[in-house]
């Protein structure tokens, strides 16, 4: 007992501490205008003097290590301070980057220490955009089955080969890859890569998508030497270090910036295009049960996702990672669905002055939204991991034994 009330004790005073520093730290004019998923970075002083401040102060990566330019903060402070950032309407302008979310908590795990030292600290500061080349053209989710090479040359690998869908490429500084380095086998002929961008021999182009958006890119690598250092993890091991790495993807991060689809409470948008009836009700009965519907399945996946955190503990993600995929992926679509419905005719638009910009952004969400369940592992690729590792099903498409 008396070890719990000093732990309250002391997160009560972290507590004032963050307060202390959000108010002096923060500015103001940025409180409740994160950017949504997707859209491009703000260009403002105040936007720059946040994503200082924050990052000098480790806070950007809370608990990852302070001596790589993290927080160094437990996961109770860390929570603390994701509470105090909510209150004043401040949000992590880096916490979302591939670099934070996928490759820096893998480095830390897979990493050389001359690795974590160069790679860790400049994806804290916000210094380094990160890429991420897995699909190819002809390996999608069957992923194993990726043919970009990289030749043994001495001191360095000689990559070549085409990767798709690698999302910000254009902007990226680094890219983290898996390649072939042996051809006579599948899965324990891959390793994982690290390649700087700007490597002569890399190409880039963007995918234009049905949204009017680019996020996406086509990637070649031609020729591209990349030194022996950049190898993270045994030669022909990338598979394993591969899917630790989607683990931390499909973890649906507290800092996920908001969607056009979240900007308000979708119970207010409703009522502003329907209207109430005579009982302050919607008068369309079955779409009232289905918002009823889906406030409760989010309602259930927001503590799932917090009991999920408290039982992985510091042991990272794990397969049930793929199950808190698959239901957000559904509920994100199933709300744009709801709400653009719920617009009418007023969701349907593309362009023009007769429509309001947020109906156009939900629109565009509702459309880049039918991508969430095939990018990060496609709902049914989850749905195996889910049948074969969580439940422990038999796996049919396994050789039969003699």
């Keep these: 007992m008396q ?28 409180a409740g205008s994160a950017p949504q998923a997707g859209a491009a970075e703000p260009d403002s002083p105040a ?61 830390l795990e897979y990493g050389t220490e001359a ?25 999608g989710s069957d992923l194993a ?24 490429a254009q902007y990226a500084d680094w890219c983290f890859c898996l390649v072939r380095t042996d051809p006579s086998r599948k899965h324990d002929g891959i390793s994982f890569l690290l390649i700087d961008m700007r490597s002569p021999g890399v190409e880039v182009r963007p995918i234009q998508l049905i949204s009017g958006r680019s996020p996406f890119c086509e990637t070649f690598f031609t020729d591209v030497a990349v030194p022996k250092g950049n190898l993270v993890g045994p030669l022909n091991g990338g598979w394993t270090i591969g899917k630790r790495l989607l683990q931390y993807e499909r973890q649906r991060s507290e800092d996920a910036p908001p969607r056009a689809t979240e900007k308000r409470p979708i119970e207010e948008v409703v009522v502003q295009y329907l209207g109430r009836d005579d009982t ?17 399945e989010r309602q259930a996946f927001g503590l799932t996702m917090q009991r999920a955190a408290l039982e992985s503990g510091a042991g990272g993600p794990n397969a049930a990672t793929s199950i808190l995929k698959n239901v957000s992926s559904l509920l994100v679509q199933e709300r744009a669905e709801l709400l653009v419905e719920a617009m009418g005719q007023q ?56």
């Design 115 to 139: 690795q974590k030292l160069v790679h860790i600290p400049l994806i804290a500061r916000g210094e380094a955009r990160w890429c991420q080349g897995y699909s190819e053209p002809g390996a």
């Design 145 to 168: 089955s990726l043919q970009t090479r990289a030749e043994d040359r001495g001191d360095h690998f000689l990559v070549s080969g085409q990767k798709t869908w690698t999302s910000g």
């Design 280 to 296: 302050g009700r919607l008068a369309d009965g079955d779409l009232r049960m289905r918002l009823v519907r889906h406030a409760m």
């Design 47 to 107: 936007f720059r003097q946040w994503r200082a401040a924050l990052c000098a102060k480790g806070w950007a990566t809370p608990t990852w290590p302070a001596e790589y330019g993290g927080g160094g903060l437990s996961t109770a402070q860390a929570r603390v301070l994701r509470e105090e950032m909510r209150r004043v309407g401040a949000w992590n302008p880096i916490g979302y980057s591939m670099g934070v979310r996928m490759l820096g908590p893998t480095l």
């Design 3 to 30: 070890a719990t009330l000093m732990a309250q004790d002391s997160l009560e005073g972290f507590r004032r501490e963050v307060r202390d520093w959000l108010a002096s730290a923060f500015p103001s004019v940025l």
């Design 347 to 402: 969701g349907l638009g593309w362009e023009g002055e007769a429509f309001q910009d947020d109906e156009l952004a939900c629109v565009r969400e509702w459309l880049s939204g039918k991508a969430n369940t095939i990018f990060a592992g496609s709902y049914e690729i989850q749905n195996n991991i889910i049948a074969k590792r969580i439940l422990g099903l038999p796996d049919h498409a396994a050789p039969a034994e003699a």
